[in-house]
């Protein structure tokens, strides 16, 4: 009744292309955005923003990134976390040897290093394909462990093999209190996610599309492969580096490359299909899978009272937990997104379906 | 249906996350201390952090059982489960530092975790205990205010067990060109006693050999297939977890004589062993407390906690060498708390940075440590304001097929090597963190 687009005429092809073209869908966004952005700082809890909010929000930025490649692109990739860790140790390097340099140009200069190993491990998609080609990612997963655990200069000679990011600040303004900590994620994550969402609405989207549809019929008609799929690599890794720059500088600030291990490349792939593949939107849905329903199902017996075995209950989140990835798979293989899209179909008919 | 069922699953979890932005109010509570119990009961790494969270939790018990609490406050607890992985245990940190009054002290139980937190301590004003374990320079107060690694750090150990090959071999001279060979954990954990070992091997010309295990430590045959090939001298065995019975497996199975083996007192537990059994006769790792059940605390514990059927674990637990340890490190919380209490105000509810002035002031003569049953388990430690150690000493323990020997020989870590050490590694990290050393009169605070 309320979701409806009639009456709302196009009058130019300017308004027809808009991302959110009904009306209600630009409220609701708009929405959305004063909540997150004035609501949510004032009265989440620290523990809120701390633990899940700012968590949510980087690998909300990384599971972008992936779709990209994986949803847009259609190149199966299990080398995020390696993307992810050399965006966080080349801004940890930018920030420690060069002398008051701005906290932003290091996060971008770090994705910026991840672009370039990201089209370097994305050469080999140019032959191979599908499974093989996610074998050739893993590649730079094992590399790039190998290379943080043993080249000490990566990690200015930490003793330990851990590095740290302090007293974070942008133009005077310490980002220090979990409030400016989450406000500073979420400025990242919302300029990532449009100019993402206007990447794959534009002709080198349409060209990505067209590589994952068919890669022989997309050639056929004037897309080149080569530029096609390595563009896609290159958007892909640098937002992934930059996510994963945020991860260390912001959410961890003491990281060892365990953090970017290849559990965390399999996690970004779970959000990416889970929340649905080729959809920006989905990549949020599935960040929040991945990241808040473990930790609510973990909190779970508390908050209803229940005592339990602190190993019952990691055992059941894990149960759980896999097994609600099994249903909505069955229930819905093309993702969350899939689902948010059906409720809105749903919603337009409503309340008279035919 | 199935929309409702989603709608369903849809306002429970809004129903929890509705819980987790109110924040936890301040209730007039009764008087109550909590501490937050970081443990790991799954994943690679639970055999060894099953014991250690069992101790520490029976320990709670056992106090609130017998004595009542601390001068009458109730001890409360709550345990969360990290995996040994930092985000799981940065989230929760996160959960339990406000709850329940407000956290005492945090054990996070694995070094990643706690270099992650030793930024977030300061802040949050709440110590963080890493007996044996965490960031070697922590050891300087004057920098690292809120990190206690009370009774040694990898650096220590690293030392004594130098010293005592050095012994074994008859003299510091013997071991020039000898080999050792360091079969370490890949993480910060395996990775910190390196600098020690190599200011040891320029000292005595050893060769220092370093052959890193992929963490967990399951996959060991390229390592000790190196060993086989160098055939060092000496093995140290830096593990955790399921990697020390991997290790002494493939030690066994390369032929690698176990006498020659030496593990940090992380890899000188009975879940490291017990599988192997005989094939680890011979193995000698760091002590940092005896085992068993006849000190006067176990039996306490046996008597007011299992006797009880309040037990957390299984009884043939208690006494074992890691959960003694987890009974340790609690019994140092709770008396930094009580500590704390005689400064501030007995039998009232200490904060976080209350405590930490107990833990900076912390005297554990040997008196005390009789009255408390701690006799013959421990050395007596006393900490201050520039030394957040306490005590450096160790003994070495020899595993004979059936349990673990402690040999009666006390080492102290060298405070000529040590001290210079920890003291350059402080000052790097705090021009990292752009930390300023304590003034005298902040030790006062």
């Not at chain 1, 909505?328 to 309340?351: C, D, N, T, Y």
Request: charged share 15%; with cysteine.
């Amino acid at each position: 009744m309320l979701y409806r687009e009639n009456g709302q005429f196009k009058t130019s092809y300017r308004a027809d292309q808009q991302i959110f073209p009904i009306l209600q869908d630009r409220i609701a966004i708009a929405l959305v955005l004063v909540l997150a952005f004035v609501v949510v700082p004032f009265v989440a809890s620290e523990y809120l923003m701390r633990a899940i909010l700012i968590p949510f929000l980087i690998l909300s930025l990384a599971a972008i990134g992936l779709n990209i490649l994986v949803g847009y692109c259609g190149q199966i990739s299990l080398g995020t976390g390696a993307f992810m860790a050399v965006g966080a140790y080349a801004a940890y390097n930018f920030q420690v040897r060069i002398d008051g340099m701005p906290l932003i140009a290091s996060l971008l200069l770090g994705g910026v290093c991840a672009t370039v190993v990201g089209v370097v491990f994305g050469i080999p998609s140019l032959r191979i394909k599908g499974l093989y080609l996610a074998v050739a990612t893993l590649a730079a997963q094992f590399f790039v462990d190998w290379a943080f655990l043993r080249i000490s200069w990566l990690t200015n000679d930490s003793s330990s093999g851990s590095v740290s990011a302090a007293g974070l600040q942008v133009l005077g303004l310490q980002i220090q209190s979990p409030a400016s900590k989450y406000l500073f994620c979420l400025v990242f994550v919302t300029v990532f996610a449009l100019l993402a969402k206007n990447l794959v609405r534009g002709a080198i989207g349409r060209e990505w599309m067209a590589m994952r549809d068919m890669d022989v019929a997309a050639a056929v008609i004037g897309i080149r492969p080569v530029y096609a799929k390595l563009t896609a690599f290159a958007v892909s890794s640098f937002i992934v580096g930059v996510a994963g720059a945020l991860w260390g500088f912001v959410h961890l600030s003491t990281w060892e490359p365990a953090a970017f291990n290849l559990n965390r490349s399999f996690d970004l792939l779970f959000m990416v299909i889970i929340g649905g593949l080729g959809s920006i939107m989905g990549s949020f849905f599935g960040a929040a899978f991945i990241v808040v329903l473990p930790i609510v199902l973990d909190n779970m017996p508390y908050w209803f009272g229940i005592p339990i075995d602190t190993a019952l209950a990691a055992h059941l989140t894990s149960m759980i937990f896999g097994a609600l990835i099994v249903f909505f798979l069955v229930v819905e293989p093309h993702g969350l997104a899939r689902l948010w899209s059906i409720g809105k179909e749903k919603l337009r008919l409503w309340p008279f379906p035919h | 249906m199935k929309v409702k069922s989603l709608f369903m699953a849809a306002a429970v979890t809004a129903a929890g996350l509705a819980s987790l932005v109110t924040s936890p109010a301040a209730f007039a509570q009764a008087k109550e201390q909590f501490y937050p119990l970081l443990v790991y009961r799954t994943g690679p790494y639970a055999p060894n952090g099953t014991p250690w969270a069992n101790g520490k939790q029976d320990y709670i018990k056992m106090i609130n059982a017998r004595d009542g609490g601390i001068n009458g406050v109730k001890l409360t607890y709550e345990e969360c489960e990290t995996g040994y992985a930092t985000d799981k245990g940065v989230e929760c940190y996160e959960r339990l530092k406000g709850k329940n009054g407000g956290a005492t002290v945090f054990d996070p139980q694995s070094t990643g975790i706690t270099f992650a937190l030793t930024d977030k301590a300061p802040i949050d004003k709440i110590p963080l205990i890493t007996l044996g374990y965490g960031l070697s320079a922590a050891q300087d107060g004057m920098i690292f205010k809120w990190n206690f690694p009370l009774m040694g750090s990898y650096w220590t150990g690293a030392d004594i067990l130098v010293q005592h090959i050095a012994k074994t071999a008859g003299g510091y001279d013997k071991l020039k060109g000898k080999k050792i060979a360091l079969v370490y954990h890949d993480s910060p954990f395996g990775k910190e006693p390196i600098p020690e070992l190599q200011e040891r091997s320029k000292m005595h010309s050893f060769d220092l050999q370093l052959i890193p295990v992929a963490a967990p430590g399951v996959d060991q045959k390229a390592a000790w297939l190196q060993v086989r090939q160098s055939r060092p001298d000496y093995v140290m065995l830096w593990g955790w977890g399921v990697m020390n019975s991997t290790a002494l497996k493939e030690a066994q199975a390369t032929g690698y004589p176990r006498e020659k083996m030496y593990g940090v007192w992380w890899a000188g537990a009975e879940p490291d062993v017990k599988d192997v059994g005989m094939g680890a006769k011979g193995y000698n790792a760091l002590a940092l407390n005896t085992a068993g059940t006849h000190p006067k605390v176990m039996q306490d514990i046996l008597k007011y906690v299992h006797g009880k059927d309040a037990g957390t674990g299984p009884k043939d637990e208690v006494g074992s060498v890691l959960y003694t340890r987890g009974v340790i490190i609690q019994m140092l919380s709770i008396e930094a708390t009580r500590r704390a209490q005689e400064r501030f105000g007995k039998g009232k509810v200490m904060t976080g940075e209350q405590v930490r002035w107990g833990f900076e002031n912390l005297a554990l003569d040997q008196k005390k440590l009789d009255s408390l049953g701690f006799a013959g388990v421990m050395r007596p430690l006393s900490t201050s304001c520039a030394d957040h150690m306490g005590s450096t000493w160790a003994r070495i323990e020899t595993w004979d097929g059936a349990k673990w020997n402690v040999q009666p020989t006390w080492y102290e870590a060298d405070e000529q090597i040590i001290k210079p050490m920890v003291k350059a590694a402080a000052e790097k990290y705090a021009a990292e963190k752009k930390w300023t050393r304590r003034t005298a009169a902040d030790c006062q605070s």
